[in-house]
């Protein structure tokens, strides 16, 4: 017996997940971000998730694995993201830079994101809408 899943197939979520993994390891080594809990370690990995969860519309579970960590710090990233977009200038460009390069890889590997797909993402205000979570 299969669950119905209600966001990617399975197929994709693995090619998706596979994708942001090497993204991010080389992210994660070029920018020296730390496992420590320090800001500006956190923002980037905040702003990874957000964006993986946008884009890529694959389930918390699966952008958790990617960073080590569970589905519940997922979803307080996406959680702290007004707030973080809103007041905070580092976070705002962190931000923009991994949406840019996600939506670049994607696209590179014949995939339309689902934020560019469905119009989601402004690109002028950098407002961003989940259909999991409001978060503008």
């Known amino acids: 017996k299969t669950k119905k899943n209600k966001g990617r197939p399975f197929f994709f979520q693995k090619i998706f997940g596979k994708f942001l993994e090497n993204f991010w390891k080389k992210y994660e080594k070029k920018n020296k971000i730390g496992k420590s809990r320090e800001r500006k370690n956190v923002i ?13 519309k694959l389930p918390c579970i699966k952008v958790a694995g990617v960073l080590g960590k ?3 710090t997922v979803i307080h990233a996406c959680k702290q993201h ?3 977009y809103r007041f905070d200038a580092d976070y705002r460009e962190i931000h923009s830079f991994m949406y840019e390069k996600i939506n670049e890889l994607l696209m590179s590997n014949g995939y339309i994101p689902e934020s560019v797909k469905n119009n989601e993402f402004k690109i002028q205000d950098r407002l961003v809408c989940s259909n999991h979570h409001q978060l503008f």
Not at 44 to 56: G, P, S, W
């Open 44 to 56: 980037h990995r905040q702003a990874f998730m957000q964006v993986a969860r946008v884009t890529a």
């Open 70 to 72: 569970n589905h519940a």
């Open 82 to 84: 007004e707030m973080n």
